[in-house]
């Protein structure tokens, strides 16, 4: 549904990632299955662009 909306120009791209990483399918098939470690490492680089540094 979210991507639909995407497609017709409704959400902003920032609303649209938003909607991602809250949604029950990112929740169940990503974040349940990964560590904390490997999660932030992941949002970081994808969602942010870049690497993570330090703590």
Do not use: I, W
């Not at 549904?1 to 959400?11: T, V």
């Not at 809250?22 to 490997?38: K, V």
């Amino acid at each position: 549904m979210l991507e639909m909306q995407f497609r017709n120009g409704d959400p902003t791209a920032r609303d649209f990632v938003r909607g991602l990483l809250l949604s029950c399918e990112f929740r169940d098939g990503f974040y349940r299955c990964n560590s904390n470690y490997r999660v932030k490492e992941q949002l970081v680089g994808c969602v942010l662009g870049r690497e993570v540094h330090g703590d």
